[in-house]
């Protein structure tokens, strides 16, 4: 089927035009109620419903086109979007509408002195500028996030989703339109150069969201004024403990791996403990080549098992597939300094019925997430309670970890007084300040 985009790249000057109207458009959002915002929502929803043969038959234009220029296996699973996982994505719209309004929230309330209050007051950030790659349901997710939040958007998809991007976003706007709110909250790129004038615009754009490759997040870290928020890696690790439940390992480490290969919080490399190595991988490696897991090991896994041996580079290489590197280690600290090493910051797990091993790996490994018996693609805002994320931050500063609302929001101080001035709080007769929190 013929599914032609329709898509006019924008010029640098129509470009900083449209930002221009995103932030005007994006200013009365922010300070309407969160009924009406809510109501938004839900017309985002429904208008959604009633495209999802227009948008599916977009999307299937994108994979056949994907797939006939070779796209790599852990793209084409980003990119392809049927009908489960598109209602999943319109669920999660009215997920975020229940959610609590994170707008004109005091943080912080306080009587410096008489009829001299202090209040800190969450507030939008303004404008988000989202670049992601072959994987169209964020399209979804992160308007529903923006208009909850009172943030215009401009979204920047990859070539591969043009298509199913194109749909989504029309339907989107329509929503928005039939409750009176301006369709120019939600702005959508189309080409790469339009991504370069997008990080141009410092003075529009409050925050760069990031969502791909490496070297696609460090492209842009390294190509704009803007702050970003993202990650760049997802190399996550399982460690089995010497004091494991074998089946229970198994079972965790299964689904790290292959209940979404191609995700970010997907495991990419399994450490063992030397005392339960022997036990462990001969009950596991069986249930992983039945997963049609492609397995590669150290030397000491070697000795154990008939693997092809792994490399340095497996260790610091984020597979997106079904490809698993496998290490023995002499302890929980050698676990822990692989992670350290290796990792990328994003979700780790230990497997252990021991509390206090799983204690120290909680506490010394760095990790946006850390987790214990569980699997690591619980890692989602979705999974969190957020109703979706914008995406996953494994940088120190917060928001950490998947980003919700609360990662889009930002506050302001108000200060109301009654002609006070800051010379009576000054010199040898300085009235003192009450300090007192209301």
């Not at 079972?251 to 791996?257: E, F, G, L, M, Y």
């Amino acid at each position: 089927m013929a599914f032609p985009s329709v898509a006019t790249p924008h010029s640098a000057a129509s470009l900083e035009l449209l930002a221009q109207q995103t932030r005007t458009a994006a200013r009365r959002l922010g300070i309407l109620p969160a009924a009406v915002r809510n109501q938004a929502l839900e017309a985002i929803a429904q208008a959604l419903e009633s495209a999802v043969p227009e948008i599916l038959a977009a999307n299937q234009a994108d994979c056949e086109t994907a797939q006939a220029e070779g796209i790599a296996a852990a793209l084409y699973a980003r990119l392809k979007l049927d009908a489960t996982k598109l209602m999943g994505a319109i669920a999660g719209v009215r997920d975020v509408a229940k959610l609590p309004d994170p707008l004109g929230n005091a943080q912080l309330h306080r009587e410096l002195d008489a009829g001299l209050v202090l209040k800190r007051v969450t507030c939008p950030l303004g404008v988000l500028g989202v670049i992601f790659e072959a994987r169209p349901d964020a399209v979804v997710q992160i308007s529903s996030l923006a208009v909850k939040s009172g943030n215009g958007v401009i979204l920047k998809g990859g070539k591969e989703a043009i298509r199913s991007c194109e749909a989504l976003v029309k339907a989107i706007r329509q929503g928005l339109k039939t409750v009176g709110i301006e369709d120019s909250i939600v702005q959508l790129l189309t080409t790469r150069e339009e991504t370069l004038e997008l990080l141009k615009l410092d003075q529009y754009v409050d925050l760069i969201i990031p969502r791909g490759s490496n070297s696609f997040v460090r492209f842009v870290q390294d190509n704009t004024r803007i702050p970003v928020l993202g990650h760049a890696d997802g190399i996550c690790h399982l460690y089995v403990d010497e004091a494991a439940d074998i089946e229970q390992a198994i079972a965790i480490a299964v689904d790290s791996k292959t209940q979404y290969p191609a995700a970010c919080n997907a495991i990419e490399t399994l450490l063992v403990h030397d005392a339960i190595a022997v036990d462990f991988l001969h009950q596991a490696i069986p249930v992983f080549q039945a997963q049609q897991i492609e397995l590669r090991g150290d030397s000491r896994t070697g000795k154990i098992v008939a693997i092809a041996p792994a490399t340095e580079a497996d260790w610091s290489t984020e597979y997106s597939d079904l490809i698993l590197a496998i290490k023995v280690v002499d302890s929980l600290d050698a676990a822990i300094a692989h992670i350290n090493t290796y990792g990328s910051r994003h979700t780790e797990a230990i497997v252990t019925r021991n509390t206090q091993t799983a204690q120290i790996f909680l506490a010394e490994v760095d990790a946006a997430g850390v987790y214990h018996n569980c699997s690591t693609r619980f890692a989602d805002g979705f999974r969190y309670g957020f109703g979706a994320e914008v995406g996953i931050s494994t940088q120190k500063m917060p928001p950490r970890g998947p980003v919700g609302l609360e990662g889009l929001v930002t506050y302001k101080y108000q200060l109301e007084g009654a002609g006070h001035i800051v010379a009576t709080y000054a010199g040898s007769a300085a009235k003192p300040f009450t300090h007192r929190d209301l």
